[in-house]
């Protein structure tokens, strides 16, 4: 296969008119061969069984396909219950042995910019990166069979959260979103964090390339050192002073990046494109002394070894299996988590020194979390997935579809705070109106580059009872029947309707 | 229970906050001239405002001819000029500048997102609202912001741009019925998004401005603000609105560039102060630009890029019919004298937007600390009310 560079892909995907003939017609040819020219999704086969929930409540295999999954398709229900729910538990914790060929598909012609070194970043538009993460991500969430890994690589980019429209975050989010978020969505605790605080985005985000001590009278910048413990680790009442932010900051003095400029904290390599980005340890600016983070003596001389043992001190503190266990909760089971869910989250994430799997594996297992079905308010991004996974809907992914994100304020790596998109139902709740809509455009087809088989959709289902069950994981109340057929529109109904906000 | 007590997210009391952004950086000698500073004349032999032309303010400051219709808004005390005014950066870069002014410094999200973050956790459907294709900086993590371009897109079964689908008749009774058999926080979401959706839709939009105002429909400008006083209007309990008027970045034989800009802004905030009448009481407009032009006009009958330019405060109680120009409030021009000029020749920032901003934003209810709104910026308002 003839493969064009990324640096191409990046200009066509953002629509750029001033593409060389030649590089144009490379292009085209590509996405020829990949059978896939812009403005056409992949289109997901239809599975063999699909038989609907017959329950007339959410049962088990549905609840845990709403939650461990951006919704469920038409025979994911058929599937799960064959295989049984801790079987299904399993293989999503195991997202590498799962085939994911057609999500590999989808979002093939966006495949090389994942693929270039960081370094070759500093050459691409850097108003077309964000977009193609974007897209990116909604095709994984859309297409991806490893759902509870997109699921959760979601849950760290909100907890780990990155406006790239900061400064040369523009550049860099998509090698944080590869390197740390889905390098170790599932993975140990630690390592994520250790990841992203050497992370170049974040390293730029949060200002540690700008934590220097270079002279005895230079104070650190705090910025980094106080969102590692108030938003990544122990929580804002997690028991840390000002005076551990400021040891903390002390710690990671002297690690920045060689950025697009030298501003005389970012130093910049203009020869070595390999080097742009790079992320490493300035000796001179590392304030070497010793140090005491929430009672704990870190002793002088250590210099970039400083960093290992605040990471080590942090992610081991009780606040912080508290702090990941109850947003985990709050992900999976509900805005007010019961404490003993929590608390049984807690001890598995402590137990298991930050293994992921190991702290979803007990989630999964509480009480509290079989007990929760239909509570959860979906986002809007969880919504739009979920409406076009339901009606096993292709779609490229492009602005007709993305401005329905935009308008509910939900655009993926758009949240400007370092806190993340907000999780509980209240900052979401004023979104209907453009979720009503979105449904309306779905069910009728009149979403540019997104489409529905309606008609093929039904047929194979067998009957409008089916097909409300699929979309709703439990048999249809009588209302809900009633309301389908005298709506005039029963699809867009249902997808509009208060339990399909719900997950 | 009246539906006003469920959708209006800011009391009885309802105030509304309107920034108008001049886009590409509006030259504030042009807009407020210092006629009395013969050095402007000096600077500005061919663009300076001609005293015989100005629209007198003070005896020393004039509107330019084309701002001719805020006189009114100025006589009866509803209109405070500030100038001088813009951000501490000395960027030049439009794109970097507007940011660094919608964000509020360098923070990251928009300030006005900020203060409704502060002042309305609980947003409703219309809390937030701007009048353009995408959501602007200024309201970048504003819980629930809109952005329309027509009010006829706020109504179910459109499909953006106002392109409208076939709805089908019982569609939205249907809906309605299932959420009414709701019994938590989305019943009353769903109530707040109908009633929204009724109140916009009670909006005639051939009805005629309130008080003989009139709009130029033509003017996108115009018609923004037109539908902002509509949403007022509606008791749709708004809380702020972002209207962009675009265009001044005049390098290049500036006159008939600004000029017909200087027309659209004035007219339109004129007949939205008529139309509004007395809600002009609870309404504040403030008028803002990324940065002002340099002093001396070059070679091509146009100005480049500077630092202070001018903000306008109109409305909400404003005691106005004064122009903040001296270096202290109060006190007097400066006068542009070379060695007062910064870096190429620019009018010096002595009133930082944040200064101008946060009386305003007290007004509209943000807590004394204002540290979350405007974070690492030592605050000393500008006494726009007393």
Redesign the interface.
Known sequence: MKKSTRREFIAASAGAVALSAAIFRSTQGWLAQMGQVAGIGVERPLGRVLTPPHAEKIDPVSHALSRLTFGASPGDYACVTTLGVQAFIEEQLAPEKIDDSLCDRATARFADMWNEPLGEQYDADPEALAPVLRRVTLLRAVYSERQLFEVMCEFWSDHFNI?P??GDCRWTKPNDDAEVIRKHALGNFHELLRASALSPAMLWYLDGRANVKRTPDEKPNENYARELMELHTLGVHGGYSQQDVMEVARCLTGWTIHGRRDDGFSKKLPTLKSDHFAVFFRTEAHDDGAKRVLGQEIPAGLGKGDLDRVIEIVCGHASTAQFIARKLCVRFIADESPQSAVDAVASAFSSGRGDIKATLRALFATPEFAASTGVK?KRPFHFIVSALRATNASTDADRPLT?YL????HMPF?????DGYPAA?????????WR??FA??LA?D?IAGTSIQRAHLQARIGSDVGLMATLLGRQPRA??SD?WL????GL??LI???AF??C | MNPQTHISGNGDDKRTLVVVFLRGAADGLTLVAPLGDDNYHRFRPRLAVKREDAVKLDGFFGLHANLRALEPAWKDGELSIVHGAGGESDTRSHFEAQ?LME?GGP????WL?RFLRTVN?????L?AVALSP??PEVL????????FESLAE?S?????RGRA?R?????SR??R???E??TD??????R??FD??ARIEAIDPNAQPGNGASYDERDSFSHGLRQVAQLIKADVGLDAASVDLGGWDSHFVQKTQVEPLMLRLANGLAAFRQDLGARMATTTVVVMTEFGRRVAENSAFGTDHGRGSAMFVLGGGVKGGRIFGGLQPGGPWPGLKSEMLEGPGDLPVWNNYRNVLAPVLTRHGAPADMARIFPDYDLKPLPLYS
């Open positions: 406006d429209g900061k308010l401005s935009e308008r509910m304020g758009r949240w400007p705070t370092p139902a209240a900052h979401w709740r004023a979104t209907l109106l009503w809509n309306l455009a009728n009149h209302e809900e309301a005298k709506s005039g529109d867009a109904l509009a309707s208060p906000q719900r | 940011e964000h923070a990251s999200g928009g997102a956790p609980t947003p409703n459907p809390s995408t959501l970048s993590g504003a819980p629930a912001a809109a952005a706020f179910l079964g459109t499909l953006g689908s709805l089908p008749a019982n569609f249907e809906l019925r299932l959420y058999l709701e926080g989305l019943r009353d979401a769903a707040n998004t929204a959706i």
